[in-house]
């Protein structure tokens, strides 16, 4: 976690991705997916740590991912947040579907 810190701090994955990635972490244990949330939220937690990519890390056992629910279905621990996310964010009504 503290070289994902230290590489968003330096910048050079700029270079590469135009926004920060989705960093996906499996463990085979709810509590070691735990522990390390756990970790990684005090590591963004340190002074000057206060990025936005905290919310761009997930956090599942591996028995979730390949279970019947699957990587995107809300299987997720992140950072700042209680209980379980979807891997990804639900889509804004478009206007046209909002019309209708």
Do not use: C, N
């Amino acid at each position: 976690m503290r070289r994902y810190l230290e590489t968003h701090r330096v910048g050079k994955w700029h270079e590469r991705f135009p926004v920060w990635p989705l960093i996906l972490v499996i463990a085979e244990t709810e509590s070691r997916v735990t522990q390390l949330r756990r970790i990684a939220e005090a590591v963004s937690a340190v002074p000057g740590g206060g990025w936005e990519t905290a919310a761009s890390f997930r956090f599942a056992t591996l028995g979730d991912v390949t279970g019947a629910r699957g990587p995107l279905g809300e299987i997720w621990q992140a950072l700042g947040h209680e209980g379980w996310v979807d891997l990804l964010p639900e889509a804004a009504p478009t206007a046209a579907a909002s019309d209708r």
